[in-house]
């Protein structure tokens, strides 16, 4: 399995982002899928998850009523759905299948699979 997170770039503080992540060599609808992000000098946190059918989701609290999270199984694919950005919301943004794929956790290690990144920057 091979995730591809892409969308990511500059934006200013009250903007929006839509970030993507295509799965291949597997089935999305066999997976959960989470969103993670790192910021600079700081250790990767959790932001959003989605249970394989989409009903089941998990915000981190400082994402809750900004961020969205779905999927087309499909397509193969997740977003994420970033509005009202903020200076903190600045990160490198992975996304991760999980096989279990009902857990919407936070937990990394229940996230087998990850994609390489994709950098988002919010400045003025």
């Known amino acids: 399995v091979q995730l591809q997170a892409s969308g990511g770039g500059l934006v200013q503080p009250g903007g929006s982002l839509r970030l993507s992540c295509a799965l291949s060599?597997?089935?999305?609808?066999?997976?959960?899928m989470g969103w993670f992000r790192q910021a600079s000098g700081k250790e990767r946190e959790f932001v959003a998850a989605?249970?394989?059918?989409?009903?089941?989701?998990n915000y981190a609290d400082s994402v809750k009523g900004r961020f969205a999270v779905s999927r087309d199984n499909a397509k193969n694919t997740v977003w994420l759905q970033m509005n009202s950005l903020k200076n903190e919301d600045a990160a490198v943004y992975y996304c991760?299948?999980?096989?279990?794929?009902?857990?919407?956790?936070?937990?990394?290690?229940?996230?087998?699979?990850w994609g390489q990144g994709t950098l988002v920057t919010v400045s003025s």
């Open positions: 060599g597997g089935t999305l609808s066999s997976y959960a």
């Open positions: 989605l249970g394989w059918s989409g009903t089941m989701k």
């Open positions: 991760a299948a999980g096989e279990h794929p009902y857990y919407t956790g936070t937990s990394e290690g229940n996230y087998a699979y």
